[in-house]
């Protein structure tokens, strides 16, 4: 009997905290991970006929850590690594009868090692913590998968050869490890938000994943202007999603959401928490995008959205946090601000850097769109369709192209 759709919910969020305890207690990374796919298809096996049993974090480290333990055994070089494990820090050692404890933000400050290039700690985190395949964390990069692969084998074969990589840091480590942290969790829901692949809009577990360790952090370190800034924009962010989808489940741009439907506690709170951090001046790019979802927040419709505010903000992320997405949306800004001839200029001036992705044509389409060059839009809005993984995403732009056919031939 295959697992229901709630157990492969349930296997998918313990996954990080198991691989987590046994990472901390073997420190063998590529070991753990086998050992628990090999405890996942075990659970996924059993549980629809025997039942979810009343500890199933325990029983899945306990059937993972059997796993390990007898490979262990049965291979000389491994009987070595047991011995250096069992002489650790007993206090680094978690205790695998604790039901209740969650290592997966601990297990994402352990992956983002300072021994990694940012890119590559990132890129490791997401694949092996936060549940992005690599085909997810390219497009989340806009870089060929195969190169995202190698990124990822890289930074494995990196912290292989290091002593003790997962050996909890000292007190003054944690702070160094926090800004790829950060961009772990903003990767995680960008992908929840907005699902790049499959036939949803949002994937609802990953979006609300990273708020709740957003604010496991942001309880530790309150003060920090960045951990507040990235916590308000994600609720602010969140907050639209009742409205980002229409009745049959296809995506509704911000453009044409009801905004009636938008969640005002969440946006409420992102407002406060978006104030307290810009306290600390806008040199952040979490703060920055913050200020931005702000003003979109506030607004009553698009025409009534403080454009030239938005632009500003953009442009101070053009220069605090250089990457393609960024030059796209600033374009966007550019042209709702000065038209969208502007828009197309400014991304025109920055083509090479933005290709390999379908965002481009579907950007430009939509200047186009505003622009009345029907043509041009068409034929973006095609290239785009035929080119995002995301099926309601496709949807929507076939649709679009579609729409502005059937107007031309009218006209």
Same mark, same amino acid.
Request: glycine share 8%; charged share 30%; proline share 7%.
């Given at each position: 009997m295959p697992p229901s759709d709630d157990t492969e919910d349930l296997l998918r969020e313990l996954r990080p905290q198991v691989l987590g305890a046994l990472v901390r207690r073997f420190g063998d990374f590529a070991a753990a991970e086998d050992a628990l796919q090999e405890a996942l298809v075990a659970a996924a096996t059993h549980w629809p006929t025997d039942g979810v049993p009343d500890n199933p974090r325990g029983w899945l480290i306990q059937v993972a850590h059997r796993r390990m333990t007898d490979a262990i055994r049965a291979d000389a070089a491994r009987r070595n690594r047991e011995a250096i494990a069992a002489g650790r820090d007993p206090t680094l050692v978690p205790d695998i009868a604790t039901p209740d404890r969650d290592d997966t933000l601990t297990l994402f400050f352990l992956c983002c090692h300072p021994a990694l290039p940012p890119a590559g700690a990132i890129a490791l985190t997401l694949r092996a913590v936060g549940g992005l395949t690599t085909a997810e964390i390219a497009r989340a990069f806009l870089?060929?998968?195969?190169?995202m692969a190698q990124r990822i084998t890289r930074a494995k074969k990196r912290v292989a050869a290091l002593d003790r990589p997962f050996a909890v840091p000292g007190s003054g480590q944690w702070h160094d490890r926090l800004g790829a942290v950060l961009h772990v969790l903003y990767l995680i829901f960008t992908e929840g938000h907005a699902s790049t692949s499959g036939p949803e809009v949002r994937r609802a577990d990953l979006s609300t994943e990273a708020i709740r360790l957003t604010r496991a952090i942001? &309880?530790?370190?309150?003060?920090?202007?960045? @951990?507040?800034?990235?916590?308000?924009?994600?609720?602010? !962010?969140?907050?639209? &999603?009742?409205? &980002? !989808?229409?009745?049959?489940?296809?995506?509704?741009?911000?453009?044409?959401?009801?905004?009636?439907?938008?969640? &005002?506690?969440?946006? !409420?709170?992102?407002?406060?928490?978006? !104030? @307290?951090?810009?306290?600390h001046g806008l040199t952040g790019p979490y703060r920055i995008q913050a200020a931005i979802a702000v003003l979109h927040a506030q607004a009553a419709s698009t025409e009534d959205t403080d454009w030239d505010g938005i632009l500003a903000l953009y442009r101070l992320l053009a220069r605090v946090a250089p990457n393609p997405l960024v030059t796209l949306n600033l374009g966007v800004a550019t042209a709702m601000a000065h038209g969208p001839a502007a828009g197309l200029d400014l991304i025109a001036a920055h083509e090479d850097q933005l290709s390999g992705t379908h965002r481009l044509a579907a950007v430009r389409a939509h200047l186009h769109e505003m622009a009345g060059d029907t043509t041009s839009a068409v034929a973006d809005y095609t290239t785009a369709a035929n080119t995002t993984p995301s099926t309601a995403e496709r949807d929507y732009l076939t649709l679009r192209a579609a729409r502005l056919r059937d107007h031309g031939r009218a006209h």
């Open positions: 870089l060929p998968e195969a190169t942001h &309880r530790q370190l309150p003060d920090d202007p960045e @951990v507040t800034g990235l916590l308000a924009l994600m609720l602010l !962010t969140d907050a639209h &999603r009742a409205a &980002r !989808t229409g009745p049959r489940g296809e995506l509704v741009p911000l453009a044409e959401q009801d905004r009636r439907l938008w969640d &005002r506690e969440a946006i !409420t709170e992102g407002v406060r928490l978006t !104030t @307290v951090a810009i306290g």
